[in-house]
């Protein structure tokens, strides 16, 4: 065997070669592009007037903008709605759940708008009161941690540090999250670890331990719902974790004869199910081009700042040095059945 010209280049090839043997396809035998398709279709027909709303609404903006495939009266039609209500309600969304203004930063971030100028009002500033966000609950902090990191914005100092202490310290025994009680809810597992996503360096034994959760949710039976499967599959390409077969194969099991997702398994077309496979199934189409997973926006933010977390600076750079598979560092597997 010749002798490679440099450690480096010895070890680069090691990689490589490891890589090639190990690396699965992240969705190999399963027809999800077909599916991803036309849950697209259902969703764009479904929602021709998106509203500021948890359905019907900045889902499925995010979903179809995501995977570029929102046309320009939806986003027109969103944009003109949003800011119907924002000065209608002189830029409250709520006043109890600052969900809903996160929902609208991801929507306008992905739109590529920028949130703190939206009707003339900030919706981020609404986020730099911890205290009422976190009244709400997990949610309320898990939302606002993605929604501040959607397009690295400016944060008070420690704001971002808070929530992210919020959201471990709610890490249950078993390794996962819930809203309440003591046994780990897989949709809310897989929320956190979404959220937990950009800090994975910092916290790796936070999400190996979700990770692990997730697994043995799965396992147990406790995915029910089509909405759990999503949220999963969401939260691994935000990990840079392969999809395995069977799960996706699951999700794909709650797609209807309309192109929509039933909520339980052998029900009819739901939206909320609808549009979070949607949202999934783009996350993983992101995912397989190599491109920034579904809430890191980025590539579409305007009026973010200069602080994003390294990560999100340094992988547009390595992506163009580097194949993309050597950019996924959870290349192996996750064991789920």
């Known amino acids: 065997m010749k002798k490679v010209p440099t450690r480096l280049t010895s070890l680069f090839l090691a990689v490589v070669l490891t890589l090639s043997a190990v690396v699965p396809s992240l969705a190999a035998g399963a027809d999800w592009t077909q599916a991803l398709d036309q849950a697209a279709a259902y969703v764009k027909k479904t929602v021709p007037d998106p509203q500021p709303s948890s359905t019907f609404g900045e889902w499925a903006v995010i979903g179809l903008a995501r995977g570029e495939r929102?046309?320009?009266?939806?986003?027109?039609?969103?944009?003109?709605?949003?800011?119907?209500?924002?000065?209608?309600?002189?830029?409250?969304?709520?006043?109890?759940k600052h969900t809903e203004y996160d929902r609208a930063i991801l929507a306008l971030t992905a739109l590529g708008e920028d949130p703190q100028e939206a009707a003339g009002y900030d919706l981020l500033a609404p986020l730099e009161d911890f205290d009422r966000t976190v009244r709400q609950g997990l949610n309320g902090a898990i939302f606002a941690l993605i929604a501040l990191d959607s397009g690295g914005y400016d944060a008070a100092p420690g704001l971002r540090e808070q929530y992210?202490?919020?959201?471990?310290?709610?890490?249950?025994?078993?390794?996962?999250?819930?809203?309440?009680?003591?046994?780990?809810?897989?949709?809310?597992?897989?929320?956190?670890?979404?959220?937990?996503?950009?800090?994975?360096?910092?916290?790796?034994?936070?999400?190996?331990?979700g990770l692990a959760c997730l697994t043995t949710l799965h396992s147990a039976g406790a995915y029910s719902t089509s909405e759990a499967y999503a949220q999963t599959v969401i939260a691994l390409c935000a990990l840079d974790?392969?999809?395995?077969?069977?799960?996706?194969?699951?999700?794909?099991?709650?797609?209807?004869?309309?192109?929509?997702?039933?909520?339980?398994?052998?029900?009819?077309?739901?939206?909320?199910?609808?549009?979070?496979a949607l949202c999934a199934l783009t996350a993983l189409e992101r995912a397989e081009a190599g491109r920034s997973s579904l809430y890191q926006m980025e590539d579409a933010a305007r009026g973010a700042s200069a602080s994003l977390p390294f990560q999100v600076l340094a992988v547009p750079l390595l992506a163009a040095l580097v194949p993309a598979t050597l950019l996924r560092p959870g290349f192996l597997p996750l064991p789920v059945k």
């Open 70 to 96: 929102l046309d320009s009266a939806q986003r027109d039609r969103y944009l003109e709605n949003l800011e119907a209500v924002l000065r209608e309600k002189q830029g409250v969304l709520s006043s109890r």
């Open 164 to 209: 992210l202490q919020y959201i471990l310290d709610a890490q249950l025994a078993d390794g996962g999250w819930a809203l309440s009680g003591s046994k780990a809810d897989p949709d809310v597992t897989a929320q956190a670890l979404q959220a937990l996503a950009l800090y994975r360096a910092d916290q790796e034994k936070a999400v190996a331990s």
């Open 241 to 276: 974790e392969p999809v395995p077969d069977d799960l996706l194969a699951e999700l794909l099991s709650f797609q209807r004869a309309d192109g929509g997702f039933a909520h339980l398994p052998g029900g009819g077309t739901d939206q909320m199910a609808s549009e979070q």
